[in-house]
């Protein structure tokens, strides 16, 4: 079994952690973050390290615990840092470009794709091929990116739609027509 949960996270400099009622609030100069605790999970602040702790003892709460400790390091490296996924446009045609602060697409399809970011995202077009996607929550940034993709995938016989940065898609060879 894994013991990632007993693992201390440590927390970096410029980010302040507090504990409420079965919440923690993480605040940092990429934004705040809010994490609810499960039950059965408590966490214990010491000088600049978090520790999780396990109430009961059983397979759920085991499961839980390293889970939690996954999360809360993502959330303090988020709120110091920051996250971000990278999509590459491929295909005669596909661009995008921002609106202000909407993401605009043309994608080969008779209408524009137009994407409204959620709060704590912020896109970036550093030209009409690349979609940045950041924001500070990383289940955020992945989902958002996702969902992004899911309007074209990118297609095994030409290569065309959105990918991520250094995805591999495995090309088919064409159809053979006779013998």
């Known amino acids: 079994m894994s013991r990632i949960g007993s693992e201390p996270v440590k927390i970096e400099e410029g980010v302040k952690v507090e504990k409420g009622d079965k ?7 990429q934004g705040n973050l809010e994490l609810t605790l499960p039950d059965g999970v408590d966490v214990e602040i010491k000088d600049d390290e978090i520790v999780v702790i396990k109430k009961v003892e059983n397979n759920k709460i085991h499961a839980l615990w390293g889970t939690v400790r996954s999360l809360i390091a993502n959330n303090i490296e988020g709120v110091a840092k920051g996250f971000q996924k990278k999509l590459e446009l491929s295909g005669v045609g596909y661009r995008a470009k921002l609106d202000g602060t909407t993401l605009e697409m043309s994608l080969g399809w008779n209408h524009p794709i137009i994407v409204e970011p959620p709060e704590g995202i912020v896109f970036e077009v550093p030209d009409d091929t690349t979609i940045i996607v950041k924001g500070s929550d990383k289940q955020l940034v992945g989902r958002v990116a996702s969902q992004i993709r899911e309007y ?16 591999n898609v495995r090309r088919k060879s064409p159809k053979k027509v006779g013998a």
């Open 152 to 167: 074209r995938k990118t297609e095994p016989y030409k290569g065309k739609g959105i990918k991520y940065e250094g995805e």
């Open 23 to 29: 919440k923690l609030l993480f605040s940092g100069p």
